[in-house]
């Protein structure tokens, strides 16, 4: 389903232009890759010149071309077609000797360039095409020695090179004659035939499929989703990709539209070692588009306010049952849409998850997740990234202490509607009582948790978004309690270097049995000290405390579980905040 989805794409984005009018993707047996310089020959074969192919970036990097596509070289030299690195195509490579690279910073590398020169002697002796045998005579009498001499530098050791002939606006790779050849070398007579399982139609099968790259964390060269390099790995006595047969083609539009995907900063984000890659399929591009930037913005809210609010005013409409085409007409609830999340495992990549779902579904799921983190007065001014909300579970907010299998099962959470995991609850309770923080942000994913739970019958009672005074639940009334016990701590004796809070949430929230009536005696003598400065403020926080006691039972429990301990949290922050809201004027004359 996964390779079939991305095939299909593939075939949307090959009848698509980019924005200097290229294909998006580039043509059956070619493969985008990072080439950064330009050797131009004469008809003689000799060196013209060399032109740098960078990025205008203050720091220039090589830019992407389409070149036939490279050999994986795992173990063992292979060469790649009209293209390479210097090591294959000029015999030199950067000498790895930094004290000797000062005055010899190249070094020849026979192997790799006899293996370029013999596949390309081989197949371009017989071409009558001017660039093909201008670098046929090149490789005749090249000497890697050479590289000392103008208008080569040191620059481009190690780089991705191509080929051009002076005279020659594109480069040999892209003549015709070149593309000709280099479609007869694909149709190997020696490749197996079989039942493509992606296509479902018998043709050539793939022996090794063509290298993914751009995941975060895994190897430059790339890695395989479907691979096979151990006897344990087979079946029936097969060979390579024989044991999952997908055709050339197939191989080659599945793992071109995920390349494509993982380059593009439009469809792909990381979300702790998981990159994750989305795409949408509908009648027409503009819907399938309108999808693709409609859930990157949810994803990875955006910086202006105006925009950023236009999307998560969509979500609540729809959150509030409006259906989608009301909500946003340039959307379509049957536009196909898929993620997926990906993670480097040595030289394989791992799924770490995978949604095949309607638009309209994952937008009801969006919404539900905005739903669900509602609290009053709202903790942020622009709505919270599910990165953003991550940060609140790691150790010093550091991205890097983010637990990645916390990050991919929250991501399925918020996009699959199922149960946020308690991994998520048990986290932030955790960091709450470490660094004594019960911020906004903590405070409604806490309340996400136990409300989804609510919804999917999990537990017998939900969470409100903001102050219950009417609420029995023990948990969220000592939470209230506690808050309590703080304001009357600061309101009599102004701030502390520790408070109540900090010394004894962690206690309280899990044990209250063995904190509280200490803390209730505590109260006492704060309250009469409290009254000889602030009759009312006293009398009024008094009340508070009695309005709350007589709903607790005689005895406080001995022990709170891990749900109740996140109630205890939103009881604790309810009440606090509401000592911070603004009063009306009748109160406020009161």
């Given at each position: 389903m996964i390779l079939h989805s991305l095939a299909r794409y593939y075939t949307r984005l090959s009848a698509e232009q980019d924005n200097a009018g290229n294909p998006k993707v580039p043509a059956y047996g070619f493969s985008e890759e990072k080439i950064g310089y330009v050797v131009v020959l004469n008809s003689d074969g000799l060196v013209v010149d060399v032109v740098p192919h960078l990025t205008d970036d203050k720091k220039p990097q090589p830019r992407l071309m389409a070149v036939p596509r490279p050999e994986k070289r795992t173990s063992g030299v292979k060469s790649n077609f009209l293209w390479d690195k210097t090591a294959y195509a000029l015999g030199v490579e950067s000498n790895k000797d930094k004290a000797a690279a000062k005055t010899e910073p190249f070094v020849p590398s026979e192997k790799t360039f006899s293996a370029f020169k013999t596949l390309h002697e081989e197949k371009l002796k017989d071409s009558e095409d001017a660039g093909l045998q201008a670098l046929y005579r090149f490789l005749l009498h090249w000497q890697p020695e050479k590289f000392a001499e103008p208008p080569f530098t040191s620059e481009m050791l190690d780089a991705n090179?191509?080929?051009?002939?002076?005279?020659r606006w594109n480069c040999i790779h892209q003549s015709e004659a070149a593309q000709a050849l280099w479609a007869q070398m694909l149709q190997s007579d020696d490749v197996e035939q079989g039942l493509c399982l992606i296509s479902g139609e018998p043709a050539p099968i793939?022996?090794?499929?063509?290298?993914i790259k751009g995941v975060w964390g895994g190897q430059s060269s790339g890695g395989s989703i479907i691979s096979f390099n151990k006897e344990s790995f087979t079946s029936f006595g097969k060979e390579q990709g024989a044991n999952s047969p997908v055709s050339e083609h197939a191989a080659f539009a599945y793992t071109t539209a995920l390349n494509y995907l993982l380059r593009s900063d439009k469809h792909r984000l990381n979300i702790g070692d998981a990159s994750t890659v989305f795409w949408a399929e509908a009648a027409n591009n503009a819907q399938a588009e309108a999808a693709e930037d409609f859930f990157a913005t949810i994803m990875t809210p955006p910086d202006d306010a105006q925009e950023n609010q236009k999307i998560f005013d969509i979500i609540e409409q729809i959150a509030k049952g409006r259906p989608l085409a009301e909500a946003a007409p340039d959307l379509a609830d049957d536009t196909r849409f898929y993620i997926l999340g990906l993670a480097p495992n040595a030289a394989r990549i791992s799924v770490r998850f995978w949604l095949d779902?309607?638009?309209?579904?994952?937008?009801?799921?969006?919404?539900q997740h905005w739903q669900d983190l509602q609290l009053e007065p709202r903790p942020w001014k622009n709505p919270p990234s599910i990165w953003r909300l991550l940060i609140q579970t790691a150790s010093l907010g550091k991205s890097e202490n983010i637990s990645p299998v916390l990050a991919g099962e929250m991501t399925r959470a918020v996009i699959g509607g199922t149960p946020y995991p308690m991994s998520l609850?048990?986290?932030?309770?955790?960091?709450?009582?470490?660094?004594?923080?019960?911020?906004?942000?903590?405070?409604?994913?806490?309340?996400?948790?136990?409300q989804r739970k609510f919804r999917k019958g999990l537990i017998n009672e939900g969470v409100d978004m903001s102050l219950n005074v009417e609420s029995h639940n023990q948990a969220y009334l000592l939470g209230r309690l506690f808050a309590v016990l703080e304001r009357i701590q600061n309101q009599?004796?102004?701030?502390?270097?520790?408070?109540?809070?900090?010394r004894y949430y962690g206690s309280a929230s899990a044990v209250p049995f063995s904190v509280f009536p200490r803390l209730l005696a505590g109260a006492k003598h704060h309250l009469s000290r409290l009254r000889k400065d602030k009759a009312g403020m006293a009398v009024n926080l008094d009340k508070d405390l009695g309005s709350i006691i007589t709903l607790l039972p005689e005895t406080f429990p001995r022990h709170l579980s891990l749900d109740e301990q996140g109630r205890?949290?939103?009881?604790?922050?309810?009440?606090?905040?509401?000592?911070?809201?603004?009063?009306?004027?009748?109160?406020?004359?009161?």
């Open positions: 090179i191509v080929f051009r002939l002076d005279g793939a022996r090794l499929h063509p290298a779902t309607t638009f309209g579904q994952l937008a009801a799921h969006l919404a609850l048990s986290q932030l309770i955790v960091r709450i009582r470490a660094d004594g923080d019960a911020n906004g942000l903590r405070i409604a994913m806490i309340k996400a948790v136990l009599a004796l102004g701030d502390l270097n520790a408070g109540i809070a900090d205890f949290a939103i009881g604790y922050y309810h009440q606090k905040q509401h000592y911070f809201a603004k009063k009306s004027p009748e109160t406020s004359e009161e």
